[in-house]
């Protein structure tokens, strides 16, 4: 009975984390598949997330609310990013624009040293996400548990978009084919600006559960997070949503499941042995889960 | 209504189009033809502002158009059917013609009366509209790829290749469609590898050799000089 009520906390985490792991994938595929980018500086959306959140609070702002000018201050640097950073480089090759995303994250990485601190600010978070509830015999923390609501919630509305929204379908024909849906009278650099917009929302609901398990916020928060999106994004298939989705989930659930059942003298392997399992994956999907296939070169 | 003067059109060092000038009036259809590589594509394409223009001018209806964003150009009432048909595989036959009616903003009516309108110009995609549009046929992605284009009631319409790949009852079907709407008003220029097709239903040709204009007129100027086997011809050798 323990090892299943073990094994059923384990998969509560492994849900929340691989959750979070596919809303930040899905920021960077969703990017990726209009221009052909990787944002490196995605990450960077979550610390400003924090920031915003950090510096409403002190300024005595009710909890919601300044969860709200978290999320929003994240979604307006995502779009300020692409106007200022990448769209004087839209035509230039996918390198010259991967570079630029590097800079744009050391920039703010420097910027949040020297203009705010080096070293973590503590986030407050509420009392209530701090205990645990029983189901069916079985102690769920209240924090995992948020974060399998909101991101269940968060890709429900982002279906939604995709299949409804004018904007939504705009989007995903300039994933498919952007000269053709410019010759649908669609302006480009709204359908890239959304993408942006749409990107810093999903890097902020992931860096507000982020925040929630870490208790901080420093300059070099959104630097890892990041990383296995990238690797959850390759894993499912860059480009391809539903991909960044699965990818995200099954990284976490590895992840997850790895420091849960691992002998003691492995637990220092975790992340190698992971990305040992995902380089197999990889051997197998060389496009990724979901991924279109790349002609050969 | 289009004119098209001394246009160039350059990628990298390759010179794809030199110097062409033609010019469609209301009410045509103006055909483009040529052997497969001799620029034709590259002229529609620069028409809309997707091909690099090196030189020369692009005027839709007085006003010039060659600096314009794509969009920008299709909301004037010009817009291409490209090659290859290029429809929005993933997306359903009603997403893909909802997205061609984007010039009509958020006028519900008009919206609606457009997509009525496409819908009885091509039966077919009323019976697939909630189907993908990468499992149509592609004589059934043709039509879509049409009416796509016709959603946004365009002035004068660029079809580029409309008849490759396609079944012959299929390809009688879309130029008899091209010759009903210019009876209602709808202005046609066409790129056509098929030179008896085009011959066969547009007013005036231009045809096109290594990127030039190498003759004009009518299609029985093209018929009597055999200018059309020349073209082959020049290609092949």
């Known amino acids: 009975m323990i090892a299943v009520e073990y094994f059923a906390q384990q998969a509560v985490n492994a849900l929340a984390l691989g959750g979070t792991y596919a809303l930040l994938a899905l920021g960077l595929a969703v990017v990726f598949s209009i221009l052909g980018l990787i944002n490196f500086a995605h990450g960077e959306l979550m610390t400003i997330t924090g920031y915003g959140l950090v510096f409403s609070l002190a300024t005595g702002m009710p909890y919601v609310g300044a969860l709200i000018c978290g999320v929003a201050l994240a979604v307006f640097c995502a779009v300020v990013m692409e106007r200022v950073a990448f769209r004087p480089v839209r035509r230039a090759s996918t390198t010259t624009m991967l570079l630029t995303s590097f800079a744009v994250s050391s920039i703010l990485h420097t910027a949040f040293q020297n203009f705010i601190s080096a070293r973590p600010k503590p986030v407050p978070v509420p009392e209530w996400l701090g205990g645990a509830f029983t189901i069916a015999g079985i102690q769920i923390g209240a924090i995992p548990s948020l974060s399998i609501i909101v991101t269940v919630v968060a890709l429900a509305a982002l279906v939604w978009f995709f299949q409804s929204w004018h904007t939504g379908l705009a989007m995903r024909a300039a994933s498919e084919d952007f000269a053709v849906t410019r010759l649908m009278g669609i302006n480009a650099n709204r359908v890239i600006a959304a993408s942006f917009a749409i990107s810093g929302f999903l890097a902020a609901v992931a860096g507000v559960l982020w925040l929630f398990q870490r208790g901080s916020v420093d300059p070099m928060l959104g630097f890892v997070p990041v990383l296995k999106a990238f690797i959850a994004a390759v894993l499912g298939g860059l480009g391809s949503l539903q991909g960044a989705v699965l990818g995200g989930l099954i990284l976490g659930a590895t992840e997850v499941m790895l420091r849960a059942y691992l002998p003691e003298a492995l637990l220092g392997f975790r992340d190698a042995i992971a990305l040992a399992l995902i380089i197999g994956l990889l051997i197998l999907f060389p496009n990724g889960l979901m991924g279109r296939p790349i002609q050969a070169r | ?237």
């Open chain 2, 1 to 237: 209504m289009l004119t098209v003067d001394q246009l160039s059109v350059h990628y990298g060092p390759v010179k794809a189009v030199k110097k062409v000038s033609l010019d469609v009036q209301p009410g045509e259809i103006v055909a483009v033809l040529g052997a497969n590589g001799a620029g034709k594509s590259s002229i529609l394409n620069a028409c809309l502002g997707l091909a690099p223009r090196s030189a020369g001018s692009i005027t839709l209806a007085g006003a010039r158009i060659d600096r314009l964003a794509t969009e920008a150009i299709v909301r004037l009432g010009l817009t291409l059917v490209p090659e290859g048909r290029r429809v929005f595989s993933g997306l359903t036959v009603m997403q893909n013609l909802s997205l061609g009616g984007s010039v009509i903003g958020k006028d519900r009516e008009a919206a609606q009366r457009s997509l009525e309108w496409i819908l009885t110009l091509f039966p077919r995609l009323a019976e697939r509209r909630s189907q993908l549009a990468g499992t149509l046929s592609g004589g059934e992605q043709q039509m879509l790829a049409i009416g796509r284009a016709l959603m946004s009631k365009p002035r004068l319409l660029l079809l580029d290749e409309p008849s490759l790949g396609l079944a012959p009852n299929i390809v009688d079907l879309i130029f008899d469609l091209i010759i009903g709407l210019r009876k209602e008003g709808f202005t046609f220029l066409l790129v056509e590898q098929n030179a008896e097709l085009a011959l066969d239903t547009c007013d005036r040709a231009y045809l096109i050799m290594n990127g030039a204009v190498a003759a004009q007129g009518t299609p029985d100027l093209f018929r009597q000089s055999d200018l059309v086997g020349l073209a082959h011809f020049a290609a092949s050798g």
